[in-house]
């Protein structure tokens, strides 16, 4: 893989489940430097338990990107 001009690379891995309706049981986003050698920041979510986890999903990706974002 050939990444000319890239400082980063970020990637994201997301489990959605179903109660009564679709929900995200866990999302994982991470940046790595743009050897893959290094890890620079994370963010993780885990849904918890009762209506609690009906989320709106995107609202929560968004927060774990700013979340990841105060790390660097």
Do not use: H, P
């Not at 866990?26 to 963010?43: E, G, Q």
């Amino acid at each position: 893989m050939q990444l000319n001009g890239c400082d980063a690379i970020v990637f994201y891995v997301a489990n959605w489940g179903w109660d009564v309706s679709m929900y995200m049981r866990f999302a994982n986003i991470w940046i790595t430097d743009s050897t893959m050698d290094r890890k620079l920041a994370n963010a993780t979510y885990t849904a918890g338990t009762g209506f609690g986890k009906f989320q709106n999903a995107r609202k929560k990706i968004l927060e774990l990107v700013d979340r990841m974002l105060d790390q660097l």
